[in-house]
T-cell receptor
């Protein structure tokens, strides 16, 4: 079974600065998806960014980028130019590539990000 | 195109009562997933359903919990004889018919169940 570990329960960053959230995972599969979700106080789960394991290029979405190290099974999220609206709980998640019943997401425990003005 | 709709947003039940949580997937989505989030925890997979079929219920507690996704109407997660330990946020996600490796899942806002 796959596991996802987020070793930082809490992080803080100054507005306009850059912060990196860590995520490691364990799997025996070679193809899979990785995701970062954001959960603000409203509880809505918002997809921030996704990475296909077969792609060597790191995914980027505006101020959000990932550092995907497949051999190390590491998938960190970098938030540049942090904004107050980035404050939220961030979850790293894994999903198998194959079909059938393997579409469920496996989540880490989350990192609570505080953005200081 | 409305997102995934869950209701109610908040549900309070006394111990021993039944809780019914509803999820209407996004238009065109035929796959539904239920997750549970306990305090201070990430989301944990419970069950994956397609219309009229349970595909994977490996995360569902063996007793008191059931889920359905009928041909017409929303998906229902039902918890019978609730206990305090059932208090959690329950999230529904939906995805379109999966072909190849696609099928991005979109989440609803969750139902917070409180058992008193």
């Amino acid at each position: 079974a796959q596991t996802v570990t987020q070793s930082q329960p809490e992080m803080s960053v100054q507005e306009a600065e850059t912060v990196t959230l860590s995520c490691t995972y364990d799997t025996s599969e070679s193809d899979y998806y990785l995701f970062w979700y954001k959960q603000p106080p409203s509880r809505q789960m918002i997809l921030v960014i996704r990475q296909e394991a077969y792609k060597q290029q790191n995914a980027t979405e505006n101020r959000f980028s990932v550092n995907f190290q497949k051999a190390a099974k590491s998938f960190s999220l970098k938030i540049s130019d942090s904004q107050l609206g980035d404050a939220a709980m961030y979850f790293c998640a894994y999903r198998s590539w194959s079909g059938g019943s393997n579409y469920k997401l496996t989540f880490g425990k989350g990192t609570l990000l505080t953005v200081n003005p | 195109n409305a997102g995934v709709m869950q209701n109610p947003r908040h549900l309070v039940r006394r111990r021993g009562q039944e809780a019914r949580l509803r999820c209407s997937p996004m238009k065109g989505h035929s796959h539904v997933y239920w997750y549970r989030q306990l305090p201070e925890e990430g989301l944990k997979f419970m069950v994956y359903l397609q219309k009229e079929n349970i595909i994977d219920e490996s995360g569902m507690p063996k007793e008191r919990f059931s889920a359905e996704f009928p041909k017409e109407g929303p998906s229902i997660l039902r918890i019978q004889q609730v206990v305090r330990g059932d208090s959690a946020a329950y999230f529904c996600a939906s995805s379109p018919p999966i072909s190849g490796t696609g099928g991005e899942a979109f989440f609803g806002q969750g139902t917070r169940l409180t058992v008193v």
